[in-house]
């Protein structure tokens, strides 16, 4: 067992409700309400902006070239990400501009900026583990939505999305993340150590969750 499994294990109720939440659930189903869609990929283009200011402090924070070219590859997996958000956000006719002016939510506020607190108050590897439930969450979420072969029709409305974080170069992104994880993890924790860590793990689980929530509230 990694340590991203252990820290699974020790917030199994708080996971569960995250990687299985009703938003999930609806858009594996392609029932999700647009306008919930619509509001989730505004508020996450927002939240990749943040996210990629974490990336950067996390190759600030590294000691090592190794560790600094984790944090590159996985600020170019965000900056990649982005993408995707302008590609559908354009087919409702929102530009770039139009995404960036919107207002954050608090619940975009509360996630991006506990992680930005982890990385500047903590070291490293803390940073990483408050990290974690996003960069290797959505790939266990995309696993899981295309689980057993299966395949998503043509016209299913979140196919693109699903596709793009059960894909092979999103899924290398995350293992590259869990692997780096599980390094750190060997270097500087203790089993002492262990109980924090699992908190700030916890805590970011459940608010990703609050992040699906945001978008079914907001998108009724």
């Not at 508020?43 to 190759?59: G, K, N």
């Amino acid at each position: 067992m990694d340590i991203f499994d252990r820290l699974k294990a020790a917030a199994a109720d708080d996971w569960r409700s995250y990687v299985d939440h009703s938003f999930v659930r609806q858009l594996g189903a392609g029932t999700l309400p647009q306008d919930a869609f619509r509001t989730y990929l505004v508020q996450d283009y927002l939240f990749l902006i943040q996210f990629s200011r974490a990336w950067a402090l996390a190759a600030y924070k590294s000691r090592t070239l190794e560790d600094i070219r984790a944090a590159q590859a996985a600020l170019e997996g965000i900056l990649n990400e982005t993408e995707l958000h302008v590609r559908l956000c354009g087919r409702w006719g929102l530009s770039p501009a139009d995404i960036a002016a919107a207002p954050e939510h608090q619940a975009t506020i509360a996630y991006t900026r506990y992680v930005l607190d982890c990385g500047a108050a903590g070291d490293l590897l803390e940073l990483h583990v408050a990290l974690a439930p996003c960069v290797i969450g959505y790939a266990e979420i995309g696993n899981a939505l295309t689980a057993n072969g299966r395949e998503l029709p043509g016209d299913h409305p979140y196919r693109e999305w699903i596709l793009e974080y059960a894909g092979e170069a999103y899924q290398g992104v995350a293992s590259a993340a869990r692997r780096h994880l599980d390094q750190l993890a060997a270097r500087s924790m203790t089993e002492q150590r262990f109980s924090e860590l699992a908190a700030i793990f916890a805590k970011a689980t459940r608010l990703e969750a609050d992040f699906w929530q945001m978008g079914l509230d907001l998108g009724r």
